[in-house]
């Protein structure tokens, strides 16, 4: 199955969690892209030790996940 998840928020935590469902998607063998868009964009700067969003980043274009911004 072919998936998209589309992230617009600024808010760590938020972005924090459409990585870990789009890597679990991934892990469930589906087609995953995801979209950044607006404050997401900037995941690299809102990353930190509580929501370590560039490993989450890393693992999933690792998995073959394909990552837009």
Avoid: H, I
Wanted: charged share 15%; glycine share 6%; proline share 4%.
């Amino acid at each position: 199955m072919k998936m998209t998840l589309m992230v617009c928020s600024g808010d760590p935590e938020v972005v924090w969690n459409a990585f870990r469902m789009g890597n679990l998607m991934l892990e469930q063998m589906d087609d995953v892209t995801m979209f950044l868009n607006g404050p997401s964009v900037q995941y690299e700067q809102l990353s930190s030790e509580t929501f370590p969003l560039m490993e989450l980043a890393r693992v999933f274009t690792l998995s073959e996940g394909v990552l837009l911004a």
